[in-house]
Nanobody, 119 residues
Framework: VQLQASGGGLVQAGGSLRLSCAAS????????MGWYRQVPGKQRDLVAR???????DYADSVKGRFTISSDNAKRTVYLQMTSLKPEDTGVYYC??????????????WGQGTQVTVSQ
């Protein structure tokens, strides 16, 4: 399974960006898909995650500003980010929890895409 993320960039505070991440390969079922953010010297933290049968979770800091969505046919997850703040800056990683066959379930990470929000 491979994940390909795109959509990062430099934006001014108050602006918007949309991230995309597409999964390809041996996929029987997607259990969850989400986005995490990492800044230098800190751990990778959950931003938003959509779990099959369980709903959607957001970090408190992004509620009301970020929206996670997906196109299941394309096996693609999106993160629409609005009202961006400088503290949203970081490397954003997509994450898929995938069942490849009845005996194999594991998580996969995208390559990371940089989001920089300037004052």
């Amino acid at each position: 399974v491979q994940l390909q993320a795109s959509g990062g960039g430099l934006v001014q505070a108050g602006g918007s960006l949309r991230l995309s991440c597409a999964a390809s390969g041996e996929i029987w079922r997607v259990v969850s898909m989400g986005w995490y953010r990492q800044v230098p010297g800190k751990q990778r933290d959950l931003v938003a995650r959509s779990t099959s049968g369980s709903g959607i979770d957001y970090a408190d800091s992004v509620k009301g500003r970020f929206t996670i969505s997906s196109d299941n046919a394309k096996r693609t997850v999106y993160l629409q980010m609005t009202s961006l703040k400088p503290e949203d800056t970081g490397v954003y990683y997509c994450n898929f929890d995938i069942i490849s066959d009845p005996w194999t379930q594991r998580e996969y990470w995208g390559q990371g895409t940089q989001v920089t929000v300037s004052q």
